[in-house]
């Protein structure tokens, strides 16, 4: 266990310098990273750290995934620039992040769209100064519709030209204007015409695409503190220390939905967590729940956490109890908002959370990095930060009724978009654990899967599931063999090449409805001598691996392949820390490694007269094609 002094600003850069004299910069950035995951850094210290981070890496430590982001703004972006890749370290990923000139947009998206490396991530921050002030005395209509002029063109830019995501900022102000409060929320009021272009630029915004809604993230705080007018006079930055801190908190919970989405699973506790005092010590029906203010901020938490589960949250336990008495709530007492039904992994033992954590990652077929972890115990957080450090640990309050707004200050769950298959999640992985318990009644894996009697329906990827695809390749690691991050428009763009194949499958069974599950993209591959599909994208949902349901798709694809005239496939892995699990599935198909890359791609080819016979429990229900 450490001490808070350990974490205390002052000595840990004070030790990040006398790692960095000592040329040991992979230990000074690994000690920044550790010391803002702890959260004892305020908005000061965070910026120093991403200046510090910054520095080091441009002295010859830099990640292999490095992400580009580019924030382009109507005020200046500087404190933001450096806070952003703080808070990217933190939690995980190697953020270069760039600024533009002031209130350049256009023209730094128009050099930028010709040069190389081009960014992942395209910020956009507006600012007020032409849709308040106007010495033409446009009307209010004409003023939002030359912003948004600015912003499409931006968009357009940013997404179609140069292939990036984008982060929208919306548009905030300061105070209610000459109007005041009332009036300023009437048609042509400061605050009536900022919600007017914030409305227009989510409606017209592209769907994969990102909205901050700046009026919302200064309302949380409060416009007083977080818009600092002498420092914009200044230097043009209209946000405190304090509001910028909170803004590219803000930031990268975007970038984060961008490029992986949001966090998948929430870990929580149960004994003065989801309800008050220990249950083994009070009996089911004595925890408090709902009688006091203490019992009513624990049902609140319970509610917060319910509606989390029916986002498409999935929501586990860890709890050091016996599994009897961590039970009996559920059962028992009638105040419990939450249900056993409502959670797809519970341990309840006296192990330690750290074992019981991978154990829910195994049976869940998650990475512990998706996970996020809430227990009133500070030993048990720090245990988890130590031993786990992949894993989002929220620094939980005192006071049970801050338990859900600490949840959501996270922004763990920050979503792109919600699709009919994030709302299903809860649901499937709780047939899932019916599905775990029937396999243990078979004496064969094969007559197991013969008894789950699933059907898949392979159809063509187009405008109705293109969102799902879209998210399935942000957020699809394990069972992924390219993981190529493409946008929906980039899909769009790959398809709309003669004879390309895009691919979508949706799996149920005799438990219930998987959803649309995997998606394989093909593209002809012109300098071949014979007809050649490439698959540039291979992926699947986790839940499904290891039930031949690749072996049923492949066959899908194949069957279409000959169709269109194709006579060779060649496929691709691209290895990284979290596919390994399907570095030999060409091989398994029959293809022949015939090359490897620089990089550690290693491609693949078959042809398709020599497909082996493949052997798959899956039966079709309708086939789809482009």
Same mark, same amino acid.
């Given at each position: 266990m450490t001490s808070n002094s350990e974490w205390e600003p002052r000595a840990v850069f004070k030790e990040v310098s006398s790692l960095a004299k000592e040329g040991k910069s992979a230990e000074a950035l690994a000690r920044l990273r550790a010391a803002l995951r702890h959260g004892f850094f305020d908005a000061e210290a965070t910026e120093k750290a991403g200046r510090t981070i910054a520095k080091l890496r441009a002295g010859g430590t830099q990640n292999e995934g490095t992400v580009r982001v580019l924030i382009l703004g109507q005020c200046t972006t500087s404190w933001l620039a450096t806070t952003l890749t703080?808070?990217? $370290?933190? !939690?995980? %990923?190697?953020l270069d992040v760039c600024e533009g000139e002031y209130d350049n947009v256009l023209q730094e998206l128009m050099v930028?769209? /010709?040069?190389?490396?081009?960014?992942t991530v395209v910020i956009l921050l507006p600012w007020t100064q032409r849709l308040f002030f106007d010495a033409a005395n446009r009307s209010a209509e004409s003023r939002i519709a030359d912003?948004? *002029?600015? $912003?499409?063109?931006? $968009?357009?830019?940013?997404?179609?030209q140069m292939g990036a995501k984008i982060l929208q900022v919306g548009y905030d102000w300061v105070t209610p204007g000459a109007l005041g409060h009332h009036l300023g929320?009437?048609?042509?009021? #400061?605050v *009536?015409?900022?919600?007017? %272009? !914030?409305? /227009?630029?989510? %409606?017209a915004l592209p769907p994969s695409a990102y909205f901050l809604d700046l009026d919302q993230v200064a309302g949380t705080m409060g416009r007083d503190s977080f818009y600092d007018p002498r420092r914009y006079f200044w230097t043009k930055q209209p946000f405190s220390e304090a509001g910028a801190f909170l803004l590219a908190k803000h930031l990268w919970a975007g970038v984060r939905s961008l490029l992986i989405g949001p966090k998948k699973v929430l870990v929580v506790d149960l004994d003065n967590t989801l309800w008050g005092g220990v249950v083994g010590e009070t009996g089911p029906l004595n925890v408090s729940l709902g009688e006091t203010a203490d019992g009513e901020?624990?049902? #609140?938490?319970?509610?917060h956490v319910k509606e989390l589960g029916k986002r498409g949250v999935v929501l586990a336990i860890s709890s050091k109890n016996n599994e009897e008495d961590a039970l009996a709530p559920f059962l028992q007492n009638p105040q419990m908002v939450l249900s056993t039904s409502d959670f797809a992994a519970i341990e309840a033992n006296w192990e330690p959370k750290e074992a019981a954590l991978r154990r829910i990652a195994d049976t869940l077929k998650l990475g512990l990095d998706s996970f996020v972890f809430f227990d009133d115990n500070p030993a048990e957080r720090e245990l988890i930060r130590q031993s786990l450090p992949e894993v989002e640990v929220i620094e939980v309050p005192t006071d049970p009724a801050e338990y859900a707004r600490a949840l959501q200050a996270s922004l763990c769950f920050e979503a792109v978009a919600l699709l009919d298959a994030d709302r299903q999640r809860s649901q499937q992985y709780q047939q899932e654990r019916e599905r775990r318990d029937l396999q243990q009644s078979f004496a064969s894996m094969d007559d197991y899967l013969r008894s789950l009697a699933m059907q898949g329906i392979v159809e063509a990827v187009h405008d109705a599931n293109l969102q799902r695809v879209g998210q399935l390749l942000t957020k699809t690691n394990q069972f992924n063999l390219t993981t190529r991050r493409h946008s929906v428009e980039d899909v769009s763009r790959m398809l709309s090449a003669p004879d390309a194949i895009g691919f979508a499958l949706t799996l149920t069974d005799r438990f219930g409805d998987h959803g649309l599950i995997s998606v394989m993209l093909g593209v002809p591959e012109d300098a071949a001598a014979e007809k050649t599909l490439k698959i540039d994208t291979w992926l699947m949902s986790c839940r499904v691996i290891a039930r031949t349901v690749e072996d049923f798709f492949f066959g899908a694809l194949v069957e279409r392949a000959r169709e269109l005239g194709y006579s060779t496939l060649v496929g691709e892995y691209r290895p990284t820390k979290k596919n390994e699990l399907v570095s030999g599935l060409y091989e398994r198909l029959g293809f022949a490694r015939i090359a490897e890359e620089a990089d550690g791609t290693v491609v693949y080819r078959l042809s398709i007269a020599e497909l082996p016979p493949l052997q798959t429990f899956v039966k079709s229900a309708a086939h789809g094609t482009p």
């Open positions: 703080a808070l990217g $370290w933190a !939690n995980g %990923t190697s930028r769209a /010709a040069a190389e490396p081009r960014p912003e948004m *002029s600015l $912003w499409t063109q931006a $968009w357009d830019l940013a997404g179609k929320g009437a048609a042509t009021g #400061d *009536s015409i900022v919600r007017q %272009t !914030n409305e /227009a630029l989510r %409606t901020a624990y049902r #609140d938490f319970q509610h």
